[in-house]
């Protein structure tokens, strides 16, 4: 497994950097700059100017020496600055990252929790009994209905109607203490975790049906064995390597896709960061975001299929 290990971490860096070019690529086709992000349509502009105004911020450089001197700078653990601000990335990062993880954390807890459980239970159930059906459709529901309008719904009841939560942000003045802006969270995480949920729910419940189906589950019934040990020894453990799989490459999905609850409850972390940066394109932003979003995808899949050995004793590493 060692070996399997450090095979795995040496290609993450070529990876991150084919990756990250392919990104840069796309965003460097696209029309405009942020220079041009920077004026208005209604004004005029001497072209000279904005000429040395470009070369100013290194955006006259053919693509691969741009590219090269912001990731050989990301190398050094310079993220460079913004390009419509001039502020350093890292002060940004170091702003935003901690809102962002303390979302995304919590939602992923919830949602695995919640998701394995109820998902065990469905499957558990016989099919067309009335809480199978019920927690089918709610697992429908969940996954069919976008976030922006569980957020907007939870706003309207919790917020203004019942006024039990406050409307959004996270950290106001007039906080003294971490557990102040506890009420702030509850909201914007239980509605990351909705859809979540059921997806976990669903790939849960097909996983457990399909372990109970297998000739060992009928083995060990055939040996007299207690049905709770049959159903959470033998099958849930079975069960729970695709559900590990999925849980595990949903944090890196949930800091990049957290983005329409951060708009709908004002929430400051990287997913509003990262729409601002490419509207602005300011490359050096959304490049940033972008390789730390590539390296934690990598670092996941290594966890994930570790996890997946050291649960399923039929899965070997390196063969």
Aim: aromatic share 8%; net charge positive; hydrophobic share 55%.
């Amino acid at each position: 497994m060692l070996t399997y290990i450090v095979r795995r971490l040496l290609i993450i860096v070529p990876m991150a950097i084919g990756i990250s070019f392919l990104v840069y690529l796309a965003l460097d086709l696209s029309p405009g700059d942020a220079v041009s992000r920077m004026l208005s349509p209604e004004r005029t502009v001497d072209p000279a100017k904005l000429a040395e105004l470009r070369k100013a911020l290194g955006l006259d450089a053919p693509l691969l020496v741009r590219f090269w001197i912001w990731f050989s700078g990301v190398l050094q653990g310079n993220f460079g600055r913004t390009l419509t601000g001039g502020v350093p990335i890292s002060r940004i990062l170091m702003e935003r990252l901690p809102a962002t993880l303390e979302l995304s954390v919590i939602a992923l807890v919830l949602s695995s929790i919640f998701g394995a459980i109820l998902g065990t239970i469905s499957a558990l159930r016989r099919r067309g009994t009335t809480t199978d059906n019920v927690l089918t459709v709610a697992g429908m529901i969940g996954v069919s209905i976008p976030e922006f309008f569980f957020g907007l719904v939870a706003i309207v009841v919790f917020a203004l109607n019942l006024q039990w939560l406050p409307v959004g942000g996270r950290l106001l003045p007039s906080y003294t203490s971490y557990w102040d802006h506890i009420p702030n969270l509850v909201m914007p995480a239980l509605v990351l975790s909705i859809m979540m949920t059921a997806g976990v729910m669903r790939y849960a419940r097909s996983a457990m049906l399909d372990a109970l189906s297998r000739e060992f589950i009928k083995t060990a019934r055939s040996k007299g064995l207690p049905e709770w040990r049959v159903n959470l020894l033998h099958g849930f453990r079975v069960a729970l390597t695709p559900v590990i799989v999925l849980i595990g490459f949903r944090l890196p999905i949930l800091i990049g896709g957290s983005v329409i609850v951060e708009q709908v409850f004002q929430w400051p972390g990287l997913g509003s960061l990262f729409v601002m940066a490419v509207r602005n394109k300011d490359l050096p932003v959304v490049m940033t975001i972008a390789l730390l979003t590539v390296i934690l995808v990598l670092v996941v899949s290594l966890i994930v299929d570790i996890l997946t050995a050291i649960i399923d004793p039929r899965v070997r590493l390196g063969n």
